[in-house]
């Protein structure tokens, strides 16, 4: 039979020519046919690490830009972790929130945001909920005065706590569309696990950033015992909140 002269190219180095030529440019492509071999698997993998990846980073990324201003379930958590004497005393309101928030990012991703989309009437309720809501929790914050709430012994029980919890969580309009509508649109930008790591990623951010606001909560007032950053603070939240709301109105008039 005669011997096929691209069979060294395709398979590597014949055994015979190892053993003539052990340093020679036939060993020398042999390594060259192996290393690009392997350098082509270490790429397959990584381009699969770095879509895994970018579900990931995307999902953490975008939690955090819509968690981040200082709403409702901020600024309560906050307080109770403020309030509380020891900062594990606010974890029912911490562990409610976060999962709240669970069920919510689960159901949009599940498809829930789907279904929404279709029903038009939806987002103009949710609007004119979450305008409502934010302006009158806006004018509650503005006006609250922690110091003399905190005198006032307005410390919430493990229940009360869970149950404002899931009321400024649930029933938070402004909450419900930006999980709903932006995280379940945006994760139908990734098929299968990825879809789940992305939800994943949105889920463990809420998870960390209570359980931190509770923290900070408990950091702030020790160092301010008078409540006057929390004051700040809350004037801050209130136009935070009154912002959110103009820019409900906004899209409302459009």
């Known amino acids: 039979m005669t011997p096929d002269p691209d069979a060294s190219s395709s398979y590597g180095t014949p055994p015979f020519l190892l053993i003539i030529h052990l340093a020679g440019s036939d060993t020398n492509q042999m390594a060259g046919d192996i ?67 669970t069920i919510l990012i689960t159901a949009a991703v599940a498809g829930v945001s789907v279904i929404i989309a279709e029903i038009p009437v939806f987002r103009t309720v949710m609007l004119i909920c979450g305008f409502l809501f934010l302006s009158f929790l806006g004018w509650q914050t503005w006006r609250s005065k922690p110091q003399a709430e905190q005198a006032k012994k307005t410390v919430f029980t493990a229940k009360k706590q869970a149950a404002m919890a899931a009321v400024v969580s649930l029933l938070n309009p402004h909450a419900i569309l930006d999980t709903v509508s932006v995280i379940g649109t945006s994760s139908a930008a990734y098929p299968g696990i990825d879809k789940w790591l992305f939800a994943g990623a949105c889920i463990a951010v809420s998870w960390v950033w209570f359980a931190g606001l509770a923290f900070a909560g408990r950091l702030v007032q020790t160092a301010d015992s008078g409540g006057r950053l929390l004051g700040i603070l809350n004037k801050c939240s209130a136009l935070v909140m009154w912002g959110a709301a103009v820019y409900f109105a906004a899209l409302l008039l459009r």
């Open 35 to 101: 290393s690009t071999r392997s350098v082509y698997n270490e790429i397959q993998l990584m381009i699969g690490g770095i879509y895994d990846m970018n579900a990931i980073f995307h999902g953490v990324m975008l939690a955090f830009g819509l968690i981040l201003p200082l709403g409702a379930q901020n600024v309560f958590i906050f307080q109770q972790g403020a309030w509380q004497k020891h900062v594990w005393q606010a974890f029912p309101a911490v562990i409610a929130a976060a999962v709240c928030d």
